[in-house]
């Protein structure tokens, strides 16, 4: 991500401009790690999203590499697929951190190096508040120094494996976040215009407002605009209740995928959508009826809209 954020912030106010001529930016997918019934997908499973999903990109993104033995089944899935995998590492309770590095020392061995893109020590940990951010990025050290004594199955060291984490937007423009940031070697903000009550009309400018201002802040943090960048987490539900003027539909979904996430990557920014497929065997929460209905596709793996991203 080499564009300078003086660059990219006129983008906010002049999105009916369509981009200069450039390749678009790499598109990832969050992957959700169970089944429709709730139970822990196996690699069977995992090897079928992929074949879904690879007319569309080669990079999943998961929270944590313990949960539902997560990394001992989708690593060789992924291998065979030709997938990237970026893997998150649950820092929290510290039993479970112990539990995430267990993991990676066990499993990481068994695939090639090439398949790991990065990892993600924390997933919106700060905005939970479920540790500091000067614990937080002890930890992001930690994982450096861990990875650097594991060799995958060819006998190559994960030492400069990107190691970052990936965080709600205006908790990046926080204070709270920058030993974190200064800690990391890859960045992922996480922007929903949804969760923000946003009108479908506002959605888009609301949503490169937030990853603007992140971009800015590691930006100066790092004192270069040549950084390791993404969006971590963005998307709009297609079912479910209303958020403040945010209305759930198939349609807005698609207006936000062409005119958010594809004008974002269209400027350079690597995006990844929240989430790949639906997730029914998720509950409702707090009043919110939404979060079975994030998928890009149905929970049968059936795509909801188009995923083109011609300008």
Known sequence: MKLSFTALASIAITLTVAPVAQAIAPLGFNLGVKD????????EEYAADFETLKPYSNHVKVYSVSDCNTLEFIAPAAETAGFNLTLG?????YEKYTLEKQTLQQYLPTISKSTISSVLVGSEALYRGDLTG?????????????????????GKSYAGVP??????????????????????????????????????QNSTFSFFDDIMQALQTV??????TDINFWVGETGWPTEGSNYGASVPSVENAQTFWKDGVCAMRGW?????????FDESWK???SGSSVEPYWGIFTDDRSLKYSLNCSF
Request: charge should be negative; include cysteine.
């Open 219 to 224: 930006q100066t943090i790092k004192g270069s």
């Open 36 to 43: 429709n019934s709730g139970a822990c997908k196996t690699g």
């Open 89 to 93: 590492v649950w820092p929290t309770p």
């Open 134 to 154: 000067d614990v937080l990025a002890s930890y992001i050290t930690e994982v450096k120094e861990l990875l650097a004594g594991i060799y995958d199955k060819d």
């Open 163 to 200: 190691v970052g984490t990936v965080d709600s937007w205006n908790i990046l423009v926080s204070g709270e976040a920058y030993a974190p940031i200064n800690a990391s070697d890859i960045i992922f903000a996480n922007a929903f215009s949804y969760w923000q009550g946003q009108t479908q």
């Open 268 to 276: 350079g920014i690597n995006t990844f959508v929240f989430e790949a």
């Open 283 to 285: 509950p409702e929460t």
